[in-house]
């Protein structure tokens, strides 16, 4: 049996622009799933794994705002937290379409926790944004408050900035392999997973950080052996000259194509970058084939044409 790595984004379940409410959220995990179920009925057992951008930002408003009340939490357990919510969210849509299909597997959710370099460059020179835009009065006293690193970013507001090191190792790709062997779909790497480093003997510990979840399921891919990565968004298909007048999107590239278009500058470090980057490492370390499309384009061909296909 193959193996597939679905990575379903925040943004694909958040929309941006939309009001979210939960019921929205299930929505539109349920409407994703179309792409797990055509894998399944191709022979192909998947891994899920999910973003978790909008979500972790609204976990860290909330304790943020309670901080005077309630224990304030951290950063690493807020993404360990909605790695769990949002996993619930998904097993139970998932368990729901798999009766309806008359299929019998189960489903398990893990919280993940990924390894990263206590000396990434990222964590001296934090630029991955979270949460809202606020007043830069507001902004400086949350770095009082919580020790916050923040950025101006335009109109007189600024935002909080977060390191996002680089993932080396899925702590718990051995235990995914073996669900899979057994025939179970898994959802792991949630959030890009929960970032932890090594202290001087060796012992795990938590790091207050986001790992981008693209580059953490491709990582993920790599470990268990996957041939395919299927990395929704909010758009159908990956752009050249974005957002301008000569805006091409494209159906086919190769490995090489993808590595000049992205050397070429196509894909900005805040939007399509980091799965094109995640592509392409997947690609290079043995991967055959990455699909980057969205929900709606998922569900009008749940057979893995639509999109853009990355060969190596």
């Not at 958040?14 to 179309?34: A, C, M, N």
């Not at 909605?82 to 019998?104: C, D, V």
């Not at 399509?272 to 290079?284: D, H, Q, V, Y």
Request: charged share 25%.
């Amino acid at each position: 049996m193959r193996k597939a790595v679905v990575a379903l984004g925040g943004n694909a379940i958040s929309p941006p622009g939309e009001i979210d409410s939960i019921s929205k959220q299930f929505k539109r995990t349920r409407e994703s799933l179309d792409a797990v179920i055509g894998l399944l009925k191709q022979d192909i057992i998947p891994v899920i794994t999910h973003g978790n951008g909008p979500q972790v930002g609204n976990a860290a408003l909330r304790t943020e705002e309670l901080a005077d009340s309630i224990l304030y939490l951290p950063l690493g357990i807020n993404v360990a937290d909605t790695e769990g919510g949002m996993g619930y969210m998904i097993e139970q849509s998932l368990i729901n379409r798999l009766r309806a299909e008359g299929i019998k597997r189960q489903v398990v959710t893990l919280i993940s926790q990924v390894l990263v370099d206590k000396d990434d460059p990222s964590i001296k020179d934090p630029t991955k944004y979270i949460g809202l835009a606020i007043p830069e009065a507001e902004a400086k006293q949350k770095v009082k408050q919580f020790g916050w690193h923040i950025k101006a970013v335009g109109n007189g507001l600024w935002r909080r900035v977060v390191p996002s090191p680089q993932p080396i190792d899925i702590i718990n790709s051995n235990v995914v392999n073996q669900l899979l062997d057994l025939g179970h779909i898994v959802i792991a790497v949630g959030g890009g997973g929960v970032p932890a480093f090594r202290d001087i003997e060796g012992n795990l510990e938590g790091l207050d950080a986001v790992i981008d979840k693209d580059k953490a399921s491709a990582l993920l891919g790599n470990q268990i052996g996957a041939e395919l990565l299927y990395i929704f968004t909010n758009v159908e298909k990956v752009a050249l000259n974005f957002g301008k007048e000569n805006e091409t999107q494209i159906s086919r590239l190769t490995l090489e194509q993808t590595r000049q278009y992205f050397a070429e500058g196509h894909f900005p470090p805040g939007d399509m970058g980091p799965k094109i980057e995640a592509s392409i490492k997947f690609l290079e370390d043995g991967g055959e084939k990455v699909i980057i499309t969205s929900i709606d384009g998922i569900k009008q061909d749940a057979s893995g044409n639509s999109g853009t296909i990355i060969t190596r």
